[in-house]
């Protein structure tokens, strides 16, 4: 009778889509830390560096024009502010884009050994996700295909692990 009551109380075998959802979530956050880690390390960028990547980019967004692409064109030159408001806000960017890394890797690490506020975490790292770079880049020069990009990203990983939750407990 113990026995029957143990079993029924435990969390069903984890399925191997949820162990792939967690180590890609893993592989993702895992990049976002070291990124994170190297920034805090190696510091800002050269202004030399900056401006050939703003020349190269420039040069891309240029050629879409002349292709009569306008709007992808903006678009790209609005990636290209981020890159000068990401190195003037250096450290800010960085920290949040640490922090948020950190929030989603703990929140796999969670999952993975079968909790459910691991789910509600991974939650508030979209949610960081995407409004983190708000707190160093005004509104209007955030590219739109980009938000809806990593919302419709977000919404799907949300959805497949909702799907999962009844394989985790507590």
Request: some cysteine; overall charge neutral; charged content about 15%.
């Amino acid at each position: 009778m113990e026995n029957l009551d143990q079993t029924q109380q435990e969390a069903p075998k984890r399925p191997v889509f949820l162990t792939v959802l967690c180590i890609l979530t893993l592989i993702v956050t895992g990049f976002g830390v070291i990124g994170g880690l190297t920034g805090l390390f190696s510091g800002p960028q050269s202004p030399e560096a900056i401006a050939e990547l703003q020349s190269s980019s420039e040069q891309s967004a240029q050629m879409l024009e002349d292709m009569g692409s306008v709007y992808w064109a903006g678009e790209i030159r609005k990636v290209n502010q981020i890159v000068e408001y990401t190195q003037t806000k250096f450290h800010t960017s960085t920290f949040i884009s640490l922090l948020t890394a950190l929030v989603g890797l703990v929140s796999a690490l969670l999952m993975l050994r079968g909790r459910k506020n691991g789910f509600h975490l991974y939650i508030i790292y979209n949610l960081l996700n995407l409004v983190g770079v708000y707190a160093y880049v005004p509104i209007r020069e955030v590219p739109v295909f980009m938000l809806i990009t990593n919302t419709l990203i977000s919404a799907l990983f949300i959805f497949l692990y909702s799907r999962n939750l009844r394989y985790m407990n507590k």
